[in-house]
């Protein structure tokens, strides 16, 4: 949902507004990129639209061109940590499958071998 009764609550809200702290890297029109304060490896940024969906697939339906765009950026961050071209891209899409935060993120990490299949 983008419903903004949604957000008051939501932590990624907070930090797109600026009212919650975060390590910034980047910053456009749609999205804010910044560390993930429980990194699980020497690059982990989270790209955050600025829209709050509840996940991937939220946003997917809801702004087609928005997720698009969410992996543009998370290309750009990777290039600028120096990741060239190698690196790993997940949603985590329900507790089940790890989601902690319900407001749709795009996790960037690299920086070191990554194992598959994943924990
Ligand atoms: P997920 O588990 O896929 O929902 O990812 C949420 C990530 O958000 C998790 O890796 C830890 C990170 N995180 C949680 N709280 C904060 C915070 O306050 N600031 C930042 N920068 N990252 C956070």
Redo the contacts with the bound molecule.
Sequence with gaps: MSDPSHTADC?FCG?VRGD?P??VVLSTDTAVC?????PQAPTHV?VVPRSHHANAVELARHDPSGLAELVEVADKVAESEGLAGDYRLVF?TGAGA????FHT?L?VLGGRPMNWPPG
């Design positions: 932590l930090i919650v975060a390590e910044f560390r993930d304060t429980m989270l985590n790890g989601q902690s935060v993120h996790h």
